[in-house]
């Protein structure tokens, strides 16, 4: 990490470019390689920076924003080692939730509770983490993502997460394999053809990464599987059949519950892979430079999270491990290729 010259704006050097973040609002910038010299030379007088340093209006909360009045349409408790109580009281959200987090559902009593509820006469949420109010106006779009990742941040403790990872993990062998990307990459698909092949199964969407910026952890949520992929994913997971359809927007979803892993210990990443389906083109793998990884971690839906807000966490996990690009065509091949990418880390 360098200095910026300005108190709000951190930069720090990925590969050829230099990213910039500011703590207080969560703006992020990557300047490449021609952008970062000049950035050394006029530091944070380059006009490219001015959008991360003009005003920023934090996210408000709504005052008299109360937590709601009776019995939750969802009352469970989740952990993997920590755990936490989780009240929804929007019935559509609390069966979302519920058929998201079945997988890591114990009997065991908490101490620590998440509530989440419409606030009234609105059509936006409110979350309150033991009866303090996190955060308020979050729209149908966010809720879900929002809670869960309140849930896997809480989770984490006391390895609080540094980002959240948008991605699946597996581990193979000693090590963890990430695939990230954009949702509809073939990412869920490819999680579930590695597990049926030997793979231990870690998460799904939502991925914490540890301050050390080279260890994750697990956060094994039921793996969504959208509509185009119900049969690839049946055919190794019958139990997939048997799951309700969500709505997500206008796309059918089905959560596959998995089995969780043996601990909640946070696991080395051996590769980081951005897998693309493309019918008709062959099996093609190509490596990636951390500055080309560090941006499509972000374009994918990664966030910088947790107390100590910092952007170094993330740019040591895209430095000095494999990145790859995998562009296949059929799941057999790119699982083939992952399994023979770990074992030689």
Known sequence: MSAS????????????????????????????????????????????VAPLLGSFT??????????????????????????????????WLATLLGAVLAPMQTGIVSDTNLVVAREPGTDSFAIWHDAALVVSGIGFADIRRRVLVEIATALAAPHLPAAILHGCAVRIGGGAVLLAGRSGAGKSTLTAAL??????????????????GSHILPFATALSVKAGAWDAVARDFLALERQPVHQRGNIGVRYLPLPVPADAAPVAVRAII?????????????????EEGFALLVDAGSEIAGGNLSAWPLVRFVTGKPLIHLNYETTRGACDAIFALAAVQ
């Open 5 to 48: 010259g300005h108190p709000l704006l951190e930069a720090t050097r990925v590969g050829e470019a230099l990213c910039l973040f500011r703590p207080d609002s969560g703006a992020l910038a990557l300047l490449n390689r021609a952008g970062r010299e000049r950035f050394e030379v006029l530091g944070a007088d380059l006009p490219e």
């Open 58 to 91: 934090a996210e408000a909360t709504r005052a008299g924003c109360s937590l709601p009045a009776g019995p939750a349409a969802l009352d469970m408790t989740v952990g993997l080692g920590s755990r936490i109580r989780l009240q929804c009281h929007e019935p």
């Open 195 to 212: 597990v049926a092949a030997g793979a231990e199964y870690l998460g799904d969407d939502l991925i914490p990464l540890c301050a050390n």
């Open 274 to 290: 951005f897998p693309s389906f493309e019918p008709g083109a062959a099996l093609a793998i190509r490596a990636l430079a951390p």
